[in-house]
């Protein structure tokens, strides 16, 4: 082990992967450096954060009033579907895996680098193409057929949507190199002493979703680019005027996008097995039970994809067994749940801004997962179709989870990351008003959906309009919440206090270096005799000090 | 001559290797996924129009895909053979091989795009463009959309196969793999076999069946 522990006092590491080798704008565009590449996915996905967090301001803006608010129809029908392809493609799938996953994986491991460092270059770059094609798509017209590209509509509008699905394709094989070199590093680059059941439980989860984003990316590949081939040329695959079926496209497209929920929750879960660890200061309550509920997640999610399928003409049968078969992940999710709370137990909590974050998780997690249990029975689903009540479960289980273990993770990784600490105080202002704000934007839309106002409509009945009133003025809390987060962040990273290697005296292995780490991670190969989540006795009964006190140099 | 193949992560060259060999094979998943997506929609729709697929599967000329099938299969073989000589450390005997089994790829390549034209000559096209007048059931013009696209599709990874192989039937030539490292030499192979590997399932389902 290295030294990490032995001093109290933090240091800047003056020999970091910031300025060495090199600091110059080249020495980042062409680095092979996983965790250079897991900052820069970082800022990318942030900034598109923010770019569809704007669309979702206007969005809510629009709605604020019965009939046209702030816009017509077709530009709100083209500002929901950019919200949703960027806040999809853009920000939830890659944020946590390629960004924290490829700044962490490797220093969890205690390893160099990933497996395929220039492969992790490219990702970045097919990411960034994917990204600038589709906003030439956006810019350019837009489309107005919502994320879901459903046909047989997305094949015969004339907005834009050809260069957004090539966009969408080419954001694929970044997820798919990604995830193969994930699978890789996690089996040929652990370090001595790092057997299967010592593998830290963020890398587990990451491991299963990079199963899914291999498995089932080339799908959705193909079935948009069917799609957009379809729009471009007449090929009628899926146009029931030339004999195709466009109940088919539902099947690839879900088929893909289902198991993508899990592309997006599972990272979400590893951020936060490893924060419940740190901040209760108690190892994990049935470690492999969490660890092979990520599997579990990510098989069962493969089979559930008919439940988005209840009204389009399947059988009874057939839905029958697609609602059982979503629920089976509510079973792993619960194992989950359980060991987490369990974790807890007797622990010693430390309620920092990350630990908040975790309690807003878990509320959105249990919610929204009951929620969904809900829409997977059919007889309940048949009501709640295309209501905003699918919205609201959706943003609460996806968008809920995702970003609040995303800004889990941004608190908790910061000073690894920056070698900086944030301002205590401000963060736990963030953290209230973003989860309460998030709970006042989506509650309301649970009981709009359930009185039947349906998704996608720039208008409504004036019966809504409380509940979407309250909902705006939930999301204007929400967004002011993810302002002053953005606004403390950015100042912290030039005058935040030192942080030191190890601010939380947190057990994982990936403290086990310097903050920021050095360019090569270690100083030699690390050789680990103890589990990743392994508090002593007394570390939990008379826990160290956690985290100096946050104060701004002027 | 060049730098050691040992790059700077990797503890050692059998670590290195078994990552490779290991990121190969998961790549070689995702793409069978990419075309089993095809496949399905291939199979939903020969379910729904059986008798326009038999149809339309007489209608265009056995023998090309017969020949084809055995090009790429032979090819498969000089590959193997180009391997083996790999693992003796044979170097230039390699370059050879591969350079034979380009050859076999282009001629793939040339037959397919003589198809092709006959194709375009008779409207046997997809979807808006189809004008074969001999066919006209329903359903009839998604089998040759379903055909260019998984024959299209192929034809992008004999493509891109090919081009593995002449690069490092080359870099195979001038020595830079010995017998104790030739794992590109493996890797190159083994996605020349999975082209292989597809066309056997596209020969029955479009020809024959």
Request: include cysteine; hydrophobic fraction near 50%.
């Amino acid at each position: 082990m290295s030294p990490s522990h032995a001093s109290d006092v933090p240091v800047y590491n003056p020999r970091n992967y910031l300025n060495s080798p090199a600091t110059g704008l080249k020495s980042w565009l062409l680095t092979q450096d996983h965790k250079r590449i897991g900052v820069m996915f970082l800022v990318a996905a942030s900034v598109f954060f923010a770019v569809g967090g704007l669309f979702a301001m206007l969005i809510r803006i629009e709605l604020l009033t019965p009939g046209p608010t702030i816009m017509d129809a077709m530009t709100y029908n083209r500002l929901f579907t950019l919200h949703g392809v960027v806040m999809i493609f853009l920000f939830m799938i890659p944020a946590i895996p390629s960004g924290f996953g490829n700044f962490l994986v490797p220093l969890m491991l205690g390893a160099k680098d990933v497996a395929f460092p220039k492969l992790n270059l490219l990702s970045f770059y097919l990411y960034m193409l994917g990204a600038v094609v589709a906003l030439y798509g956006m810019i350019h017209g837009g489309a107005d057929t919502g994320w879901t590209f459903y046909t047989p509509y997305s094949t015969t509008t004339v907005t834009k949507v050809v260069p957004i699905l090539l966009g969408a394709f080419i954001l694929g094989f970044s997820s798919i190199l990604t995830g193969l070199n994930f699978i890789v590093t996690t089996h040929t680059m652990r370090a001595p002493g790092i057997g299967w059941n010592r593998v830290p439980l963020f890398v587990w989860s990451i491991y299963a979703t990079s199963i899914i984003q291999i498995l089932a990316t080339p799908v959705l590949g193909m079935t948009l680019l069917l799609v957009a081939v379809e729009n471009a040329f007449g090929w009628g695959i899926f146009d029931p005027a030339r004999g195709g079926d466009p109940v088919l496209f539902q099947h690839f497209f879900w088929f893909y996008s289902h198991p993508a929920v899990y592309i997006m929750v599972l990272p979400a879960m590893a951020v936060i097995s490893e924060v419940v660890c740190a901040f209760s200061r108690k190892n994990i309550f049935g470690y492999k039970a969490v660890a092979y509920s990520s599997l579990g997640i990510a098989f069962v999610g493969f089979f559930t994809w008919g439940h988005h399928l209840f009204v389009s003409g399947q059988s009874a049968f057939d839905a029958g067994v697609f609602g059982v078969l979503s629920m089976f992940v509510g079973i792993f999710t619960a194992i989950k749940v359980f060991n987490w709370t369990a974790t807890l137990y007797q622990g010693s909590i430390a309620f920092k801004t990350p630990f908040a974050y975790f309690v807003g998780f878990l509320f959105f997690l249990v919610f929204g997962g009951m929620t969904g249990v809900a829409v997977a029975t059919v007889s309940l689903d048949v009501h709640w179709h295309d209501t905003y009540f699918v919205v609201a479960h959706f943003h609460f289980i996806m968008v809920g989870a995702t970003v609040m273990a995303f800004l889990a993770a941004l608190h908790y990784w910061f000073p690894k990351i920056t070698g900086r600490m944030y301002p205590e105080g401000w963060g736990l202002v963030g953290a209230v008003m973003v989860i309460l704000g998030f709970n006042f934007t989506f509650i309301p839309q649970f009981l709009l959906g359930n009185e039947g106002m349906p998704r996608r409509y720039f208008s409504y009945p004036e019966r809504f309009w409380a509940l979407n009133v309250a909902s705006t003025a939930g999301a204007s809390v929400l967004a002011m919440g993810l302002v002053i987060v953005l606004v403390y962040l950015l100042i912290s990273l030039k005058w935040g206090p030192i942080a030191g290697p190890n601010p939380w005296h947190s057990r994982g292995y990936e403290w086990d270096t310097a903050s920021p780490p050095l360019p090569e991670n270690f100083e030699e190969t690390p050789v680990y005799t103890r589990g990743p989540h392994e508090y002593d006795e007394d570390s939990y009964a008379n826990p160290p000090p956690v985290a100096p006190e946050p104060k701004h140099a002027s | 001559m060049q730098a050691s193949p040992l790059a700077h992560h990797f503890e050692n060259i059998e670590k290195q290797s078994h990552a490779e060999r290991l990121g190969m094979w998961l790549f070689l998943a995702s793409e069978v996924l990419l075309f089993t997506a095809l496949f399905a929609a291939y199979a939903v729709y020969r379910y729904l129009y059986s008798d326009a697929f038999a149809e339309a599967s007489r209608a265009i000329e056995t023998w090309f895909g017969l020949v084809n099938t055995i090009i790429l299969v032979t090819s498969s073989f000089t590959v193997a053979l180009g391997l083996n000589e790999a693992v003796k450390g044979n170097g230039k005997k390699t370059g050879l091989w591969f350079a034979v089994s380009v050859a076999f790829a282009i001629a793939f390549l040339a037959l397919k795009a003589v198809e092709y034209s006959h194709h375009f000559q008779e409207g046997q096209l997809p979807g808006r463009y189809y004008s074969f007048h001999e066919l006209q059931a329903p359903g009839a013009s998604l089998f040759f959309s379903l055909y260019f696209l998984i024959t299209g599709l192929h034809g992008v990874h004999v493509i891109v196969g090919m081009t593995i192989l002449a690069v490092v039937g080359v870099k195979a030539a001038r020595g830079k793999y010995t017998a104790a490292y030739h794992t590109p030499v493996e890797l190159a192979g083994l996605y020349w076999h999975l082209v292989d590997l597809i066309w056997i399932f596209v020969f029955p389902l479009i020809y024959l069946v």
